[in-house]
C-alpha cells in the first residue's frame, strides 16, 4: 500500500468520524429541544414564570452560540487579533439598554421617587470594592477563557474542560456570599451611590450616555480599520 492509499484511507477514515459526529450532534440537539418543549409544557401549567424563563434563557442561549457573544472575546480580541466585532456589539447593546432602562427608571422614579434598592436595574455603591472586583473577575475571565455566558455557552457545546470552570465559578461564588459581610462591614459600607439622575433629567443622563457610548463605537471602528490597513 503506497502513500496515496494510505492518505486517501485517513480521508476517508476522517469523513466518516465527521458524518459520525455530526449525527450525534443531531441527535443531541433533537433531544434538548424535546426536553425544553416537554419542561415549556409542564411549567407553564403550575409555574409560568419559570416557563417564561426557560424559554427566554434558551433563546438567548441559542444568540450568545451563534454571536459568540463574550466579553472575554471582546476585550482579549482587540489585543489579540486587532478586531473590535464583539466590543462593538457590547456597546450597541449598551446602548439599547440606556434606552430601555431610561424609560423604565423614568416612569417608576416619578411615581415611587427614588429608592436606590428597589428601582428596577442594579443601583448600587462606587468604590475601591469594584476595582478589586473587577480585577479578579477580569483574571479569572482570561484564565478560564471565558466569562460566565461564554462558559455556559461552551458547555452547551460540549466542551468539558469548562465544567471545570463552572465548578471553579460556583465555589468562588459561594465564598463571595459567604465572606459578604466582612467586605460590606470594611468596603461597601463607606463608599457613596451615584444616581446621576438625582442632578440631572434622566432624558439627558440617557442622551450624554448615548452620546458617550457612540464616540466609544466610533474609536472602536476606527482602530479595526487601521489595524488590519
Not at 468520524?17 to 429541544?33: A, D, E, H, S, T
Not at 455556559?152 to 469548562?162: A, K, Q, T, V
Not at 462591614?185 to 450624554?208: N, P, Q, R, W
Request: glycine residues 10%; contains cysteine; aromatic residues 12%.
Amino acid at each position: 500500500m503506497n502513500s496515496n492509499d494510505i492518505d486517501a484511507l485517513i480521508k476517508k477514515r476522517n469523513l466518516t468520524q465527521n458524518n459520525k459526529g455530526k449525527y450525534i450532534q443531531v441527535f443531541l440537539g433533537v433531544c434538548g429541544i424535546l426536553t425544553i418543549v416537554i419542561a415549556t409544557i409542564m411549567l407553564w401549567k403550575n409555574q409560568y414564570n419559570y416557563a417564561v424563563c426557560l424559554v427566554a434563557g434558551t433563546l438567548i442561549g441559542i444568540v450568545l452560540r451563534y454571536s459568540r457573544f463574550c466579553f472575554a472575546a471582546a476585550f482579549r480580541d482587540i489585543f489579540v487579533s486587532g478586531s473590535t466585532r464583539v466590543m462593538r456589539g457590547i456597546i450597541l447593546a449598551m446602548i439599547v439598554s440606556t434606552v430601555g432602562f431610561a424609560v423604565i427608571q423614568s416612569g417608576y422614579t416619578h411615581y415611587k421617587g427614588t429608592n436606590y434598592d428597589l428601582i428596577p436595574g442594579a443601583v448600587s455603591s462606587v468604590g475601591v470594592h469594584v476595582m478589586i472586583g473587577a480585577f479578579i473577575f477580569g483574571i479569572g475571565m482570561v484564565l478560564a477563557g471565558g466569562c460566565a455566558s461564554g462558559v455556559l455557552m461552551r458547555i452547551g457545546e460540549g466542551h468539558i474542560l469548562h465544567l471545570v470552570v463552572l465548578l471553579g465559578f460556583i465555589i468562588g461564588t459561594l465564598l463571595g456570599a459567604k465572606d459578604y459581610k466582612f467586605w460590606y462591614d470594611h468596603i461597601i459600607k463607606g463608599a457613596k451611590t451615584i444616581y446621576f439622575s438625582e442632578y440631572l433629567d434622566i432624558k439627558i443622563v440617557a442622551i450624554i450616555q448615548i452620546i458617550v457610548l457612540g464616540i466609544l463605537y466610533k474609536i472602536a471602528l476606527n482602530y479595526e480599520k487601521n489595524h488590519f490597513k
